[in-house]
């Protein structure tokens, strides 16, 4: 109902830069009888999911059918190429009605007027860093952080920082989703490509090729997901550049196998400790978010907590994933946390107590069985949402069937207590 809702909102607006740097709103009704009187219309300008400045236009005089200008008393602050500006407009109620309390949100616009030039700092190794082998772990140190890899599987299994364990099990690649009530009518389509039963396995990894410098330690490892004795459903490999305190990023060229149905998804499980339960985003929320379902959610900073931010549906499915994020943060109480970044696109992420492995198993939310660990989603892309339980299959255009992508990321431990993302990520 939430995306109805924003859907036939009984408002559009538009925004204008003037000479002299001030902004000048156009409001237009999509009501047919009345005017807009009965609501006020609150502006809110924010820079890198700060509010900067905000006013408010009551009773709105705009006819049914026309428009008006309004001019904000505030106009643009100076931004940098690591900024990002924009303005959300919320148009709500002024009065009580039956279905709606004085100050219920009818609808809102997000207008953007400054984007960031998408292009993260700080990718260069920080500080000394040395390469320890021990049988089969593979370890890089820094002055406050190490990274550990299982060379055998050739994944991500341990992040220390300043002594405390920031994983809980290995980073591992991952391309099922719990099915969702519109997949019903090709769930068993999914099953036997093999989607669910696939496993990753490493065909070689690190010690085939280690590099260090300036740029970091460079480690490789090629990987297939796939069924055993089947041919690979997806083959891909994963540089990881290790740059001591500014993290780690993650490169993935991969290649899907031709003639199969579209991915439910191609991403990373990150397990984190139990305690780590402070959720940050800054993505489209706070609602779900999906490429083709996202209607009520706008872009922004979010903050909740990891046992909220799951949505119990009668039968338990995939739920409460947030396309277009810029950055994640989840942190334990004392500060310790991890800091997931985009590089060169916004990812997917979401975070709960349940992995999809229990999500699938459940039949009814009471079946659930919850982990004390956080279970994050670090999603390259998901597979759309459609309709299909009751009308059409998922529209093309929504739906994972790339054969070829790349996907990049960076994890770094952080202080989530103090830390402020944005400047992590793009520049101070």
Known sequence: MKELKQVIKPFTATCRTEADGGLTVTVRSRRYFTDLSDHDLYCFLRKNGKTVAECRFPCLAVPAQGEREYRLPFGLPPCGEADRLWLDLSLRTNRSYEWADAGSESGWEQLFLHRESGQPHRLRADGQLTVERDGTRLRVVGEKTAYTFDCASGLLCSVTDNGSELLAGPLTPVIWRAPIDNDRRQVEKIKSAGFEAAKVYCRGFGPREVTAGSEGVTLVGDFVIGESGALPIVTFTVRYKVLGNEGLTLTVKAHVREGLPPLPRFGFEVRMPEGFERFVYCGNGPYEAYVDKHRASRFGVYETTVTE????????????????????TVGAAAGQGL?????????????SHYDIRAVTAAKHDDELAETKETVLYLDYRQNGIGSNSCGPELAPEYRFSEREFTFRARIKPTATTDSTPWNEVFGE
Request: aromatic share 12%.
């Open 309 to 328: 931010h799951f949505e119990h549906y009668l039968k338990p499915q995939e739920n409460m994933a947030h396309s277009e994020t810029l950055w994640a």
């Open 339 to 351: 800091l997931l970044a985009a590089v060169d696109r916004p990812f997917s992420v979401n975070c």
